[in-house]
T-cell receptor, first 113, second 116 residues
Framework: KQEVTQIPAALSVPEGENLVLNCSFTDSAIYNLQWFRQDPGKGLTSLLLIQSSQREQTSGRLNASLDKSSGRSTLYIAASQPGDSATYLCAVHGSSNTGKLIFGQGTTLQVKP | ETGVTQTPRHLVMGMTNKKSLKCEQHLGHNAMYWYKQSAKKPLELMFVYSLEERVENNSVPSRFSPECPNSSHLFLHLHTLQPEDSALYLC???????????????FGAGTRLSVL
């Protein structure tokens, strides 16, 4: 059974810092991995999707890496801003073609001005 | 605005009530999903529909009954719920169930449900 773990559960940093969020999964047989952002009381916004054959994806100040063999992904946020404060969720899409995403519990990030 | 709209945004109901959650997507997608997000637990998939057919029922109690009348609308009918069913219920849609970029899921803002 696939399990996804995110560390740390919460993170508080001063504005301008570069930071790394971690995600690990127990079954390396995945289709892809997605990183989402969730603001309080809101739904999820997809940030990056990495296919199982890819090593990383970049969007603006965000860079996500994937090491399938070790069951790990990281989300790197450069030059953090207060507007980056949110909960970041990692989810893996298993090898079955049912659209099922398995989510981690998320990392709640606070960037202080 | 993601193109996925959920109503109502907030709902309070008693354990004997019957209510329905509605989800509508304006993206022309073929797959729709219901998720449950409880405090201190990971987001859990409840149901998946593809082309109006249910393809996944993730061991959800029968007091939750989904309905997908067409590819743009998804409902979650609720009856005789328990207080532990209080949670944020999220709807999502994707182009298809397939791999590559077609299964990026777009989420609605959710319905915050409280069961008294």
């Amino acid at each position: 059974k696939q399990e996804v773990t995110q560390i740390p559960a919460a993170l508080s940093v001063p504005e301008g810092e570069n930071l790394v969020l971690n995600c690990s999964f127990t079954d390396s047989a995945i289709y892809n991995l997605q990183w989402f952002r969730q603001d309080p009381g809101k739904g999820l916004t997809s940030l990056l999707l990495i296919q199982s054959s890819q090593r990383e994806q970049t969007s603006g100040r965000l860079n996500a890496s994937l090491d399938k063999s070790s069951g790990r992904s990281t989300l790197y946020i450069a030059a953090s801003q207060p507007g980056d404060s949110a909960t970041y969720l990692c989810a893996v899409h298993g090898s079955s073609n049912t659209g099922k995403l398995i989510f981690g519990q998320g990392t709640t990030l606070q960037v202080k001005p | 605005e993601t193109g996925v709209t959920q109503t109502p945004r907030h709902l309070v109901m008693g354990m004997t009530n019957k209510k329905s959650l509605k989800c509508e997507q304006h993206l022309g997608h073929n797959a729709m999903y219901w998720y449950k997000q409880s405090a201190k637990k990971p987001l859990e998939l409840m149901f998946v529909y593809s082309l109006e057919e249910r393809v996944e029922n993730n061991s959800v109690p029968s007091r939750f009954s989904p309905e997908c009348p067409n590819s743009s609308h998804l409902f979650l009918h609720l009856h005789t719920l328990q207080p532990e069913d209080s949670a944020l219920y999220l709807c999502a849609s994707s182009q298809d169930l397939g791999g590559l970029t077609k299964n990026i899921q777009y989420f609605g803002a959710g319905t915050r449900l409280s069961v008294l």
